[in-house]
């Protein structure tokens, strides 16, 4: 570490050694990962295998689970279009439903 004296600087000097510092990381890390990745590669090519091989073909990126529709168990009463599963938020319908008294099972579908 270099003799800087830190307590002399102004608030926008700090800001500034920080932006920088932290650019100066996160390229330090980039490079790093570089010089790791080509290692591994080179390793694995010395082993006579590829890296598809050891890892298989994914990008590197989890797939997006996409959540499956409920079917409707609920339905506006005064707009059968208008449905709801019974999961998440309940809609406006419902609720204004529920305050004139009508009963959760009168509307389930």
Known sequence: MSGMDLSQLSVKELE???S???KLRDQKLRDNLAVVRQKIIQAAKDEGYTIAEL???STGTAKARGTAKGSAKYANPADSSQTWTGRGKR???FKLAIE???QPS????
């Open 55 to 57: 890892f298989g073909t």
């Open 16 to 18: 500034a050694l920080m």
């Open 106 to 109: 009168s509307m389930a579908i």
């Open 20 to 22: 920088n510092a932290g």
């Open 91 to 93: 809609p406006g319908w």
């Open 100 to 102: 004139r008294g009508v």
